[in-house]
């Protein structure tokens, strides 16, 4: 039986075969090359750029450490130590490396920052710490053209393209540069300060209150006193200011990407609360007479702070706080040569009756003194507390005696230095209903609060103004007595 024909064997491709698969690999070719070549050239572009923003954001913190760009051959020295990946040098990029940076000092609040990458395009960043103009960005095929659309030292126009230069004013993918990536959003400036109510010499504390949605705030500069100078850095600033008056505070923050943000903020200094002081020899205060001085059918409660010095001298035997004494009639707050305090009042004219002696003034802290006088009674007050009483069999005689503040009546023997920070005379309400809430049992050894009116208060002596007169809420202003002697407003 004959055996079947068998097909030969086949070892290899067909010429035909082999010269398709080359083709379609040339093709492969061809269209990988090309996109392995752009996504390098891309890669390598972003590398330069980054070299540039790198260094630039280790230069604007130097300057932030001392207000101004050191000198040139300092300052590439500095960028150097930070980054050693980096090559900084001073002059135009020689090489297609993007890890060669050109950084040039213009001033010292200015830089210039260049690089250039491997497709023989310069990125270059231009940034003015003192406000000229924002941080400014240029590509260029040539160093001309990626300066040319920078602003000048000292403006925010750009230096000019001349011919044949081809600068563009962003990083971005025309003129062949690195695609676009998201836009940088710029921070958000914001600051609190406290207290919201600042007065003169006391001091204020700022608190940074920035943001950045796609970043970190890198610096923070302020202008605390408003001259237009941004001279404090940090977080949390303080200072003070010695005068009052409106002040505008701002704060100006860079972002990690250079781009800045200012906020500013009038502030209303108020005056420094003030208070008055007595010698105890010879001055006081006086305040005329007025009819609503007096309890009538009502209570009366004379209130205020009060504090002893060290320097003022020993009442002897006796002398007054607070008092309206004089033609045999009124009240005071009498105070003895140990310091200890009680109430005296007339009841007739001439008649006077006294509350037993108590605990008085320590030295040197501020103490809240009240007198409260009704139809049938008087009690002293200190520090919230009632510390010397007397009932009355009749009601009080008040006179026509004006207030008077370190003295009781006419002797001058009867006197006692005091500091006083504001003072008040209230008709219908109990010394409890009006007392203040930063009282200290035993006293205070920090300034209080300013009393303040209510809608009994007759009269109210803050001490604030800047002469030996300060006007009461009802219009009796407190005076100096006698002209010419040793008593002052703080």
């Not at 049992?441 to 920090?446: A, E, K, V």
Request: hydrophobic share 40%.
């Amino acid at each position: 039986m004959p055996l079947p024909h068998l097909r030969p064997h086949r070892s290899a491709f067909t010429l035909v075969e082999l010269i398709v698969v080359i083709a379609v690999l040339i093709i492969l070719m061809a269209i990988a090359i090309p996109t392995f070549l752009s996504i390098r050239e891309t890669a390598n572009s972003t590398q330069a750029q980054n070299s540039v923003t790198i260094s630039y954001k280790n230069a604007k913190v130097i300057h932030a450490g001392s207000g101004a760009y050191p000198v040139l051959a300092t300052l590439q020295g500095a960028i150097q130590s930070a980054e050693p990946e980096l090559d900084v040098i001073t002059t135009t990029p020689a090489s297609r490396d993007p890890e060669q940076v050109m950084v040039n000092r213009d001033g010292v609040d200015q830089i210039t920052v260049c690089a250039q990458a491997s497709t023989g395009l310069i990125y270059c960043l231009r940034s003015n710490e003192a406000g000229a103009f924002d941080v400014s960005r240029s590509q260029s095929a040539t160093i001309a053209g990626a300066l040319c659309n920078l602003p000048t030292p000292t403006s925010a126009a750009g230096e000019g393209c001349g011919p044949g230069d081809d600068g563009v004013p962003s990083w971005s993918s025309a003129g062949g540069g690195a695609p676009a990536g998201p836009a940088n959003q710029a921070p958000v400036s914001s600051f609190t300060y406290s207290p919201t109510g600042p007065t003169a010499n006391a001091t204020v504390t700022f608190t940074d209150a920035s943001s950045d949605a796609d970043g970190t705030i890198a610096t923070r500069e302020w202008d605390l006193d408003g001259n237009g100078s941004f001279e404090a850095t940090g977080t949390a600033p303080t200072t003070s200011y010695p005068s009052p008056g409106p002040v505008t505070v701002s704060l100006r923050v860079t972002d990690d990407d250079g781009e800045t943000a200012t906020s500013s903020q009038t502030l209303t200094v108020a005056a420094q609360p003030g208070f008055a002081s007595t010698d105890g020899s010879d001055s006081f205060l006086s305040a005329a007479h007025s009819s609503t001085h007096t309890a009538g059918t009502s209570t009366l409660v004379f209130d205020g702070w009060v504090r002893r010095t060290a320097g003022a001298p020993t009442p002897a035997p006796q002398g007054a706080v607070f008092s309206t004494t004089g033609g045999n009639a009124g009240w005071t707050i009498q105070i003895d040569n140990t310091y200890r305090l009680r109430a005296a009042v007339a009841t007739a004219p001439g008649v006077y009756v006294s509350s037993p002696w108590a605990a008085g003034l320590s030295l040197n802290n501020w103490h809240h003194v009240a007198i409260q006088i009704t139809q049938n009674g008087v009690a002293v007050l200190l520090d919230g507390s009632a510390i010397s009483t007397i009932a009355l069999a009749s009601p009080p005689a008040f006179g026509t005696a004006p207030t008077l503040i370190g003295r009781e009546g006419a002797a001058p023997t009867f006197e006692f230095g005091v500091q006083v920070d504001s003072a008040r005379i209230t008709r219908g309400q109990t010394a409890a209903a009006i007392q203040p809430g930063d009282i200290v049992p035993g006293g205070r050894s920090t300034r209080p609060a300013t009393l303040t009116a209510h809608s009994d208060t007759r009269s109210l002596w803050s001490f604030d103004g800047a002469s030996g007169a300060d006007e009461g809420a009802a219009g009796v202003p407190f005076t100096l007595s006698p002209t010419g002697s040793s008593f002052s407003l703080h």
